[in-house]
């Protein structure tokens, strides 16, 4: 568990052109352990949640409460990276 995502992989999957401001606000606002890495000659950001980060216990937007209790019934937790995976 624990997916990586990039500015490109919210342009293509929501159509969506500011990850970056949403990122600043769940680090800011919410307290979101969010950790980014710069990868390639582009520098493009790859963002993901820090290793051993319980996603139940995040305080989670009004506009993705629900999130917390979809992540609950699928069995999601506490975020484990496996060791040189991106992805997690």
Do not use: F, Q
Not at 56 to 67: N, Q, W
Request: aromatic share 8%.
């Amino acid at each position: 568990m624990g997916r990586t995502l990039t500015h490109r992989d919210e342009i293509a999957e929501r159509r969506a052109w500011r990850l970056g401001a949403i990122i600043h606000t769940l680090k800011t606002r919410y307290g979101w352990p969010i950790e980014a890495e710069y990868l390639g000659e582009d520098r493009v950001a790859s963002y993901r949640l820090a290793d051993g980060c319980n996603v139940l216990a995040l305080e989670y937007p009004r506009s993705a409460r629900h999130v917390r209790a979809e992540l609950k019934a699928l069995g999601y937790g506490v975020i484990h990276h496996a060791a040189g995976d991106a992805d997690g």
